[in-house]
């Protein structure tokens, strides 16, 4: 299983930006993904994460309403559309998948649930 992010970049404060993560790999169909975040010097913060191949979701507080995490499974892509952007939103992004089963979605935060990372995408927002 090999996530693959894409369309970080700078932009400006309010703007909006798309990210996506396709998945490559075996079949996911028990599989979650998951987009974090980091900055040097802090621990990895949890974004949301969606269930493969469905619309459950689960977003960690502080992102809900100006992220959204959705699938278009027919092309292995996992997005994050990302609204209303803030200086404080800087971070490299990165999405993972999990082998989760029927875990419930208020443990999907744990970075540590997830086997297989991607290589991030920087962010950059300017004010």
């Known amino acids: 299983v090999q996530p693959v992010e894409s369309g970080g970049g700078s932009v400006q404060a309010g703007d909006s930006l798309r990210l996506s993560c396709v998945v490559s790999?075996?079949?996911?169909?028990?599989?979650?993904v998951g987009w974090f975040r980091q900055t040097p010097g802090k621990d990895r913060e949890f974004v949301g994460a969606?269930?493969?191949?469905?619309?459950?979701?689960h977003y960690a507080d502080s992102m809900k309403g100006r992220f959204t995490v959705s699938g278009d499974y027919a092309k292995s892509t996992v997005y994050l559309q990302m609204n209303s952007l803030k200086p404080e939103d800087s971070a490299v992004y990165s999405c993972?998948?999990?082998?989760?089963?029927?875990?419930?979605?208020?443990?999907?935060?744990?970075?540590?649930?997830?086997?297989?990372w991607g290589q991030g995408t920087q962010v950059t927002v300017s004010s």
């Open positions: 969606i269930r493969w191949g469905g619309t459950t979701t």
């Open positions: 790999g075996r079949t996911l169909a028990s599989y979650i």
């Open positions: 993972a998948a999990a082998n989760v089963g029927r875990l419930p979605e208020g443990m999907w935060s744990r970075p540590t649930l997830y086997a297989f």
